[in-house]
């Protein structure tokens, strides 16, 4: 990541996102047993889930000057995707991007890793 990425007030993860770190993750795991983690992991790392939503797959919760948004979708039987919104309202603060990747990380831990964006991962 740039220097500007970390002025960055937005940042949504997608399957083609120009940096590799904040594309789409996708785990063998139910959306269940991944919403269940991200629940506890957020509470783990201090910060405060506002709402979980499993009908939608969603978990809002918020840190120190921002707040995120993290999607759980089961896209075929043996994958889910998560994907990641966090918004800041000052210029300057945490990066954003770096919350996504510490996330990312531990996830790829928890869980087994399929895919990165539209890359399959070699098992």
């Keep these: 990541m740039g220097l500007l990425d970390k002025f960055q007030t937005h940042v949504q993860t997608d399957d083609s996102h ?8 996708y785990v063998a795991a139910s959306p269940s047993a991944v919403l269940t983690w991200l629940r506890e992991r957020i509470q783990a790392e ?14 809002a919760f ?15 039987g043996g994958r889910t995707a ?9 210029m300057l603060g945490p990066d954003l991007g770096q919350i ?4 990312y990380e ?18």
């Design 18 to 25: 120009k940096n590799e770190a904040l594309r789409t993750r």
């Design 82 to 90: 998560v994907d990641f919104t966090l918004n800041r309202d000052q």
């Design 100 to 103: 996504v990747t510490t996330y």
């Design 106 to 123: 531990a996830l790829s831990v928890k869980f087994p890793l399929r895919a990165i964006g539209n890359q399959s991962v070699e098992r």
């Design 62 to 76: 918020n840190g120190d000057g921002w707040d995120a948004l993290a999607t759980v979708i089961q896209v075929d």
């Design 46 to 59: 201090g910060q405060t889930v506002r709402r979980v939503d499993a009908d939608r797959g969603e978990v």
